[in-house]
C-alpha cells in the first residue's frame, strides 16, 4: 500500500473516482443506506477481531462519507470535521460501558 499521497490528495483521488462512477449525481439517500452497510461491516469484523477487515471497513466507510459530501455540496469533509470537534472539545460529560454520554444526557 502506498502512502505517498497527502490526505488531502488522496482525498481528491477518492471524489475523482465517485466522479467517474456517477457517484456525485445520484440520491444522498443511497449513499446514507451503503454507510449504514459498510458500519455493519465493521461491526462484524470488530466481533470477528480482524485488523484488515476493520482497516478495511474504516477506509470504505470514509470512501463513502467523501462521495456523500459531495452529493450534498458539502465542501470539504474536513470543514464537517472541524464542526464536529468545535462541538464537542469542551463538551463534558462521562464514559459509560465504553460509550461516551453528554452531560445533559447523563440521568
Not at 24 to 41: F, I, M, S, W
Not at 58 to 71: A, M, P, Q, R, W
Amino acid at each position: 500500500m502506498s502512502n505517498e499521497l497527502t490526505m488531502e490528495e488522496l482525498i481528491a483521488k477518492v471524489k475523482e473516482w465517485g466522479k467517474a462512477r456517477g457517484l456525485d449525481k445520484t440520491d444522498p439517500y443511497r449513499q446514507a443506506v451503503k454507510l449504514q452497510e459498510e458500519v455493519g461491516e465493521l461491526a462484524a469484523a470488530i466481533l470477528r477481531d480482524d485488523y484488515i477487515e476493520q482497516e478495511d471497513a474504516v477506509g470504505d466507510i470514509l470512501v463513502v462519507l467523501i462521495n456523500l459530501c459531495v452529493e450534498l455540496d458539502i465542501r470539504d469533509i474536513d470543514d464537517c470535521l472541524w464542526c464536529a470537534y468545535d462541538e464537542i472539545k469542551d463538551r463534558k460529560g462521562k464514559t459509560v460501558d465504553g460509550v461516551f454520554i453528554k452531560q445533559e444526557d447523563l440521568k
